[in-house]
């Protein structure tokens, strides 16, 4: 199996040093850091805006991986993708116009990802899939961290493989959501080229940051 990009999700780190935090990911060996936007209307809680996406961006030249779990999404990707963000991730469920969303993310100059929470179904990804240059399974219900992985997701994990290998994609297929060192293999073996953790990745503090990001790349 090759080895996946490891994504550490800031949505579990000490908010009061988050500068900090990145910088030790950096350290750690993270690939991309993941940056979780939530509204508290398209998901049930409240975390960062443009303006923390900005303060943090100096702090490491990592890309910035940002889940955009907002609605309407349209009106904030200029801001996020102006304050640092290299990748913005969308919900089909977040706009009206998905192929229109995804197409003006990539005109700003950003990558385009799309992002499948448990219920929602994988049609939509074969009608935009040369669109995007990522998918995300969610393998949770989005808002929270800390919650238990969805097993189910492993079979939507290898769908998504299927239907960008047909399309000859390159796209990254990620997964979010309960991701540990314990099923981290399990979702590369079902096509995941990307893993994003936050709990696993956090736990124990900064001096084993990159102990845990070793162990989900496996």
Excluded at 79 to 100: C, K, N, Y
Excluded at 106 to 130: K, M, Q, S, W, Y
Excluded at 193 to 199: D, E, K, N, P, R
Aim: with cysteine; hydrophobic share 45%.
């Amino acid at each position: 199996m090759t080895s996946p990009l490891i994504c550490p999700s800031i949505l579990a780190s000490d908010f009061a040093r988050l500068g900090e935090e990145v910088r030790a990911l950096d350290l750690a060996g993270a690939d991309w850091i993941h940056v979780d936007v939530m509204d508290g209307h398209f998901v049930p809680n409240l975390t960062i805006g443009p303006d923390v996406v900005k303060a943090l961006r100096p702090h490491t030249s990592k890309p910035f991986d940002v889940h955009l779990m907002v609605a309407p999404v349209d009106p904030w990707l200029e801001a996020f993708r102006q304050a640092g963000a290299d990748i913005l991730s969308v919900h089909p469920e977040s706009g009206p116009h998905l192929h229109r969303t995804l197409g003006q993310i990539r005109r700003i100059g950003a990558r385009a990802g799309v992002v499948f929470n448990p219920a929602t179904p994988l049609t939509v990804l074969e009608e935009v899939v040369d669109l995007v240059d990522l998918v995300l399974i969610m393998s949770v219900n989005p808002g929270f961290g800390g919650q238990s992985f969805i097993r189910a997701s492993l079979n939507k994990i290898e769908q998504a493989r299927r239907i960008l290998d047909r399309a000859g994609s390159d796209a990254v297929l990620q997964v979010d959501g309960g991701v540990t060192a314990d099923n981290a293999a399990a979702c590369v073996s079902a096509g995941a080229t990307a893993l994003v953790a936050g709990t696993a990745v956090f736990r124990g503090g900064p001096d084993t940051y990159g102990t845990n990001i070793a162990a989900l790349r496996g």
